[in-house]
Structure formats: structure tokens, C-alpha cells
Nanobody
């Protein structure tokens, strides 16, 4: 059974930093390395947003405009762990952050389609809450 377990959320003051981690397990075939893996977030009353992703195709990274220059995504393939380093946090970053995996490649599933919706991703983990106080 595939599991994506996210942790590392918490309460931080504006301008502070947090590092989220996502431990992936249960990927047998296809293996973990063929999946794009990244993060979504959802704030109360707001729609889900694809935040960041690492592509299985070429290791390229994707960041939402709202987090570019502040967040950094990385992955340890040997340990099957995904990280999201979040710096210069703002109250607008307050949300539940979810780790997700998808086989489409090029981080396609983490970006909205032309119709403004997201694809249904292959796997979701449970979320971890990040709260940024002003």
C-alpha cells in the first residue's frame, strides 16, 4: 500500500522558516523514482493550490508564483523522502500542506489545466498544518 506521510508543520511567525518532509513508502511497481512528487496546499475557504513539484522526467522543479524565491523543494531518492524548505513565510502561506505523487511527468499534475482545474493525482498523503502568525 502506497503511503505518503507528511510532517513538519507548525506555528511560525511571519518571516520565519519551516521545513516540511514527506516520507514515501509502498511504491513497488512502478517505482517511486518514476513519479513526479510535490506539494499542494489548501487554506480555509480557498481552493487547492499546487505549490511545488520535482519532475520524474528530468528532475526539473516547479514552483507556484506565490512561493517562488521563498520555497525550495528537494528529494532524497535513497530514502524516498521529499522536502519543502519554506523561508520568509507569510500569513497567506497558512494552509494544510499535502504531499502528492503522479506519473504524468513534467509536474503536469501540479499545475492547472487550460480549463482551470487540476488533474486527479495518483496518490495523496495526509496533510500537515502550517500556521503563520502576523
Amino acid at each position: 500500500e502506497v503511503q505518503l506521510q507528511a510532517f513538519g508543520g507548525g506555528l511560525v511567525q511571519e518571516g520565519g522558516s519551516l521545513r516540511l518532509s514527506c516520507a514515501a513508502s509502498g511504491f513497488s511497481f512502478p517505482p517511486f523514482v518514476v513519479y513526479d512528487i510535490g506539494w499542494f496546499r489548501q487554506a480555509p475557504g480557498k481552493e487547492r493550490e499546487g505549490v511545488s513539484c520535482i519532475s520524474s522526467t528530468d528532475g526539473a522543479t516547479y514552483y507556484a508564483e506565490s512561493v517562488k524565491g521563498r520555497f525550495a523543494i528537494s528529494k532524497d531518492n535513497a530514502k524516498n523522502i521529499l522536502y519543502l524548505q519554506m523561508n520568509s513565510l507569510k500569513p497567506d502561506d497558512t494552509a494544510v500542506y499535502y504531499c502528492s505523487a503522479d506519473q504524468r511527468g513534467s509536474c503536469t499534475a501540479f499545475q492547472k489545466t487550460e480549463s482551470g482545474s487540476y488533474y486527479v493525482l495518483d496518490y495523496w498523503g495526509q496533510g500537515t498544518l502550517v500556521t503563520v502568525s502576523s
